[in-house]
């Protein structure tokens, strides 16, 4: 599934194309795309609306629509967009969704697992500022989106604060919770961790203040040079231009279970941590004291 430097790559992408485009028709045959709202309410809604910038919130592509509204779309696993120039023939296989713009372009939704969906909000409601920390939101997923970890808001002292209010929590699930910070998902939180030489079972509670510091280095660090690279490809991820990222050529510990760690040579390790593969060096990444019995 993208993680926020893929999906940021295909909204830039994606900005480039259809900023300034105004959607004629939307159509899909894909009923659950758009639930809990039919497809037919959303097509009414979209029509005549000029998309007037193109980004991202957490792991979603927002299209940020005249008059105020944001369609929200969740890639999932295999979720698309394909750009189609004027007169360009049949739409590929898998198309669950076709924007139609007023100038003969269009824009297609390809997901082959159809686990993708959209849902058209209130720009308000989706907005980066503040907010996040809060694991306790039962709201809907772009309604309780976490703190972004590009934005200034996102600091040393908001991640202390936050950590020690889930001080019981183990750092690497915490980190994937979108409630908390938004956008990071198993590959960069396994990344980050390793460089800021954290244990990924580490309760967030135990975490020193230095190591606060090099965890929130971390995080933006990995999460820019991802950007920078244009994501990582695993499977299926590919940018909005059909190429694939290059991240995937600079891990230091996803995926490279046996592989000598790059800062001590020992033997990364791949462990099972919350249903997630989790991936650390067992030398510079110590793992948590055993607490005491009271
Ligand atoms: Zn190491």
Redesign the pocket.
């Known amino acids: 599934m993208p993680e926020l430097p893929e999906v940021e790559t295909i909204a830039r992408q994606l900005a480039e194309l259809v900023t300034g485009r105004t959607i004629a028709a939307f159509a899909s045959d894909w009923q659950r795309l758009t639930e809990p709202e039919p497809v037919p309410l959303v097509a009414a809604r979209l029509a005549g609306r000029r998309i007037d910038a193109v980004g991202r919130r957490g792991k979603l592509v927002v299209f940020a629509l005249d008059g105020g509204d944001a369609l929200c779309t969740s890639l999932r696993m295999t979720g698309r967009f394909a750009f189609k120039e004027l007169g360009e023939a049949a739409p590929e296989r898998f198309t669950r969704a076709t924007f139609t713009f007023t100038d003969g372009t269009g824009l297609d939704f390809v997901d082959m697992r159809k686990l993708g969906r959209m849902i058209l909000v209130d720009s308000a409601e989706i907005a980066p500022a503040g907010g996040g920390g809060d694991l306790t939101l039962k709201a809907p997923l772009h309604l309780a989106m976490g703190r972004e970890p590009l934005e200034r808001s996102f600091t040393v002292a908001w991640l202390g604060g936050f950590l020690r209010r889930r001080r019981r929590a183990a750092i690497k699930p915490l980190l994937l919770d979108q409630r908390g910070i938004a956008g990071i998902g198993n590959i960069y939180a396994s990344e980050a961790l390793?460089r800021s030489r954290i244990h990924p079972l580490r309760s967030a509670g135990s975490l020193k203040p230095d190591e606060i510091a090099r965890l929130h280095e971390a995080i933006r660090w990995v999460l820019r040079k991802a950007i920078r690279l244009h994501g990582s490809t695993l499977r299926t991820y590919r940018d909005s231009n059909g190429r694939p990222g290059g991240m995937q050529h600079e891990f230091v510990v996803y995926d490279r279970a046996g592989e000598p760690?790059?800062?001590?040579?020992?033997s990364?390790k791949r462990t099972v941590i919350g249903g997630r593969s989790t991936y650390h060096?067992?030398?510079?990444?110590h793992p948590p004291r055993a607490r005491a019995t009271p």
Do not use: E
């Not at 760690?261 to 020992?266: K, M, N, P, T």
């Open positions: 390793w760690c790059d800062r001590c040579g020992a990364i060096c067992p030398r510079c990444q």
